[in-house]
């Protein structure tokens, strides 16, 4: 990878259209301190001096889109309730569209609240609905994501599945056949509901547990020859052009048809893994629109992955940090 080739991908990112589908979320802090224990049970007392909602789920991954230069357009499907107004206030701040947002009289929206005192996570509350939208969700937001991709110039298809409901089986496999009919590349992170339902698409992320749950099998991350073999089979099976597992502290692999490369995690000071898959699939998919090579969307996507979790929270990536470790790499 050369210096020359990262800066112009990142220039790159700049006005690209990336349709985003998935479960999105509000994610609620309460921040404070936790000084004593309860009388009442063997549980801390957290005293709160701040509240905070923000973008979470598919939506994190559109906030961490925007911030690397792209113009994000969420599709999904939220609950019509108290949390919507929260919900569409928050994309508007962000400066997002909710032209591809439909909120549904049979569904909550999913809320995950994080109580944090003195740095520490202590407890997180989900309020969600976990069940499959009802025939008519389903067919307006399937409806919804073929019109975005119908009218508009569509440089990439984001698939981001939190378990939530809101991709069902005909969600995907409408919306894969339609950016393919276009030639739209496709990526998707995963969870384990629907682990073999994006067949063939263009670069699928799981992590190592997923890897691990999806195909049943158990995977070393330590062993090269363990985690090629096992992510041929993942391959194999999905018919995908690209298969990137993230490893943790082992980093990343990657395998597409000429090869398979396994990159080492950088030393971080981890505070907090929250939403780091969010960001590696963001970058993942940008450069992939982008047409970097796979060993260099692997490598780039490892460096943000580590950079978001040296901060508290679910945060976006900066791209000028990004920008300025990935030169770095080109040095090394």
């Known amino acids: 990878m050369k210096k020359e080739e990262v800066n112009k991908w ?4 700049n006005g690209m259209n990336i349709l985003v589908v998935g479960d999105v979320m509000i994610d609620a802090y309460y921040w404070g301190q936790a000084k004593r224990i309860s009388p009442e049970a063997p549980v801390p007392v957290a005293h709160i001096s701040s509240r905070e909602n923000r973008l979470g789920g598919a939506a ?25 107004n929260v919900f569409r206030a928050l994309l508007n701040k962000g400066d997002f569209s909710d032209e591809g947002i439909i909120a549904s009289s049979t569904r909550i929206t999913t809320t995950k609240t994080r109580i944090i005192a003195d740095g520490q996570h ?11 939208l009802a025939k008519s969700d389903e067919e307006a937001l399937i409806d919804r994501c073929l ?25 995907i496999s409408e919306v894969i056949k ?3 009919e276009k030639k739209i590349p496709t990526t998707v992170d995963p969870k384990k509901d629907h682990f073999f339902d994006y067949k063939g698409v263009d670069l699928f992320k ?25 992510v041929a089979t993942l391959t194999e099976t999905l018919g995908c052009v690209c298969s990137m597992v993230t490893l943790s502290e ?10 398979f490369e396994v990159i080492a995690a950088h030393p971080r000071e981890i ?46 990536i900066k791209k000028e940090r990004l920008l300025s470790e990935a030169e770095k790499l080109c040095a090394e």
């Open 10 to 13: 990142f220039k790159s990112f």
């Open 60 to 84: 994190n991954v559109a906030l961490n889109l925007k911030t690397l230069g792209a113009n994000p357009i969420i599709c999904s499907v939220i609950g019509k309730d108290d949390k919507e």
């Open 122 to 132: 202590l407890l997180r509350v989900d309020e969600e609905d976990l069940n499959p």
């Open 147 to 171: 019109e975005m991709i119908s009218v508009q110039h569509i440089h990439a298809v984001v698939f981001e599945d939190y378990d939530k409901g809101v991709l069902t089986p005909r969600v």
């Open 178 to 180: 339609a950016a393919q």
């Open 206 to 230: 799981p992590n190592l547990k997923e890897l691990r749950e999806g195909l049943k099998i158990d995977v070393d991350p330590k062993n090269k020859s363990s985690l090629q073999e096992a």
């Open 250 to 259: 082992h980093g990343v692999c990657i395998q597409w048809p000429e090869g």
């Open 271 to 316: 505070a907090d893994v929250s939403g780091a898959g969010d960001t590696v699939i963001s970058v993942a998919t940008v450069l992939l629109a982008a047409g970097a090579d796979p060993v260099s969307i692997a490598s780039i996507s490892n460096l943000a992955g580590g950079l978001v979790c040296e901060r508290v929270g679910v945060v976006p």
